[in-house]
C-alpha cells in the first residue's frame, strides 16, 4: 500500500487516480497523525511506500529525516527542492509533477528494497 500525505484534498485524489492506474493500493491521508499509526511502531510497517508533499512537512517542522524513520521508501515531492537525498530510500520528485515521475519514483524505490532484501 502507498501511503499518500497531501494537504489539499485534489492533490490527494489527482495521486491516487495516478498511482491506483498503475495497479497500486492507496490510502490517502491529509495529515501526519495518521501516518504514524499505519508505519513504523510495534505493528512494523504496514505501508510499502509513503508519498508525502513537503507542504505538510514544512507546516509542522518536521524534518525529511523522520519520515525516514518510519521504516520504508519515502517520495518527497517539493516545490523548489533543497534537500539534497542522502538515503537510499529517499527519493524527490519537484512539482509540478510532470508525466509519471511520482510512479516512476515509487517503482524505483519499491524494486530497490525488494532487492536489498533478497540478498
Excluded at 63 to 72: H, N, R, T
Aim: proline residues 5%.
Amino acid at each position: 500500500m502507498i501511503a499518500v500525505v497531501a494537504p489539499e484534498t485534489a492533490f490527494r485524489l489527482s495521486l491516487r487516480f495516478m498511482l491506483e492506474s498503475e495497479g497500486y493500493r492507496v490510502r490517502l491521508l491529509d495529515g501526519l497523525d495518521e501516518l504514524s499509526r499505519l508505519a513504523g511502531g510495534n505493528q512494523g510497517v504496514m505501508v510499502d511506500c509513503i508519498v508525502v508533499d513537503h507542504e505538510i512537512l514544512e507546516e509542522r517542522h518536521i524534518p525529511v529525516a523522520e519520515i525516514l524513520e518510519k521504516g520504508c521508501p519515502v517520495i518527497l515531492l517539493a516545490n523548489a527542492p533543497d534537500v539534497v537525498p542522502q538515503h537510499a530510500w529517499l527519493r524527490i520528485v519537484e512539482k509540478p509533477l510532470l508525466g509519471g515521475a511520482v510512479v516512476r519514483a515509487v517503482q524505483e524505490l519499491l524494486h530497490d528494497e525488494r532487492r536489498a532484501h533478497a540478498t
